[in-house]
């Protein structure tokens, strides 16, 4: 008999933002197949599990898809609890339509457990709402990103449609973002804000405008992070500011 597979969203980053139905799931577990993006202390929830790595990021040494795909299938045929730990929710830019169609295929059984995606970890931490009654009725998720083979995604069209965007994937990327929407039109002070690796203790926030995602090479940006577009954080740009302006003044006036 074949054992059931797990689709188990870890969460935005911090280890305790996993849902308890996930994490029930890891302490029965008998293998999991994890993601780069998934905290290594998260893994502490499946205690007798064998523990696999499959990551993926950008610009570094992957795991191919087919590779999973594949040992997932195997491993259904060994273990009875067989899990795939992806971070955030697995269902949204995880290619886990992949993963479930092989395991249709193979006539593997599979659960998908939700988990918080990142766009809501970091909204979280900024404390902004993405929606707010009478200024952005609409959040939209996109990602310029494409896989090798793939047509370009419509992106674009899809975050001036929106009254507030949520870019994955993208940061490494925002000087040219920031082109490319100043090009069709989005105005260069819409308030923008950079968080990087969200939900855990060394997040940074960078406040900026669309036209000021162009400096977003000085940053330094060393983890995943996400890019969020719109009106609803003007508020927060505005006192981030201060903030920053206040700090100068006392150091002008500690240094004199």
């Avoid at 949520?166 to 940061?171: D, E, K, T």
Wanted: proline share 4%.
């Amino acid at each position: 008999m074949n054992g059931k597979v797990y689709l188990i969203g870890a969460g935005p980053g911090a280890p305790d933002l996993i849902t308890v139905r996930g994490a029930e799931i890891l302490k029965r577990a008998d293998i999991v197949f994890y993601d780069a993006l998934v905290h290594l202390d998260t893994l502490a929830f499946a205690p007798r599990a064998k523990k696999v790595a499959v990551g993926k990021r950008c610009s570094r040494i992957s795991t191919d898809q087919r590779f999973i795909n594949r040992n997932l299938v195997e491993a259904a045929h060994k273990y009875p609890i067989v899990v795939r730990l992806k971070g955030g929710d697995p269902m949204l830019f995880g290619r886990a339509q992949e993963e479930i169609a092989a395991l249709k295929k193979a006539g593997i059984e599979y659960e998908i457990v939700p988990g918080v995606t990142a766009a809501l970890g970091a909204s979280a931490e900024v404390g902004v709402s993405l929606t707010r009654r009478g200024l952005s009725r609409s959040v939209v998720f996109v990602t310029p990103r494409v896989g090798e083979g793939e047509e370009t995604a419509n992106w674009v069209k899809s975050v001036l449609a929106a009254d507030t965007a949520v870019l994955y994937m993208a940061a490494g990327q925002a000087g040219e973002i920031s082109a490319i929407l100043l090009g069709q039109g989005m105005p260069a002070a819409t308030p923008a804000v950079v968080v990087e690796k969200a939900t855990l203790p060394e997040s940074r926030q960078f406040h900026t405008t669309l036209s000021g995602m162009r400096d977003a090479g000085q940053w330094n940006l060393q983890g995943p992070a996400l890019i969020f577009l719109g009106e609803v954080f003007r508020e927060s740009a505005v006192a981030d500011t201060a903030i920053e302006e206040l700090l100068r003044t006392l150091k002008v006036v500690s240094a004199n």
